[in-house]
């Protein structure tokens, strides 16, 4: 009934991979010595250092000891900080449900508005209705034109699935898309079985 953020994970694993890829590249041609070649034809100097030379030359260290350069490094790290932050919460499933629906696009005639729990409610109303369902409940994204539709059902343990699901596709749901005089762009049904007693028995499809 919830939903992830499966697209933004997915760039960013592409983009740790690529990463961790050109990582992989480089420590292969250290290995290997083919790094130094390579930088001799670019113009630059990749060779080894010697065991006994310094990290960082003089220069270098005098401008990672200026203050606008431990400014730069820090608001680098704070940056970094809040993008780990916003994938993390994007993690946090949502119902992402939708908005108030606008179902007259000519404001010239005036504008309908209607509430998606107006909606829902009566799906889930017709649904609980059905032979053999003891509990729904639906959510409803997209807009008017474009409605997506989830529903979870909890049915009883004798219930013909097949034609229940029949029954919810051409019930509730064409009676929505009727509602909204447009057709349910994308339904989910998820479907439990409730044993009764045997709560061990509980089956989700």
């Not at 449900?97 to 000519?106: N, W, Y």
């Amino acid at each position: 009934m919830r939903q992830h953020a499966p697209g933004l994970n997915r760039a960013w694993l592409v983009v740790i991979g690529v990463l961790l890829v050109l990582a992989g590249a480089a420590g292969l041609l250290v290995s290997t010595g083919q790094l130094a070649p390579l930088g001799r034809q670019a113009g630059l100097d990749l060779s080894r250092p010697a065991t006994d030379a310094k990290v960082a030359g003089s220069a270098t260290a005098s401008a990672l000891g200026t203050g606008w350069v431990v400014v730069l490094v820090a608001v680098v790290g704070v940056v970094l900080a809040l993008l780990g932050l916003a994938w993390l919460a994007a993690q946090v499933p949502r119902t992402n449900a939708a908005k108030p629906l606008r179902l007259d696009d000519e404001a010239e005639h005036g504008l309908t508005r209607c509430a998606p729990d107006v909606l829902t409610d009566a799906v889930e109303a017709q649904i609980e209705a059905l032979p053999g369902v003891q509990s729904a409940a639906a959510v409803l994204r997209g807009d008017a034109q474009n409605p997506d539709l989830t529903v979870k059902v909890t049915a009883g343990e004798r219930a013909d699935i097949p034609r229940l699901l029949e029954q919810i596709e051409f019930g509730p749901v064409r009676d929505l898309g009727t509602a909204l005089d447009t057709v349910v762009r994308r339904l989910g049904v998820q479907l439990e079985i409730d044993a009764g007693k045997k709560r061990l028995d509980r089956i989700t499809l």
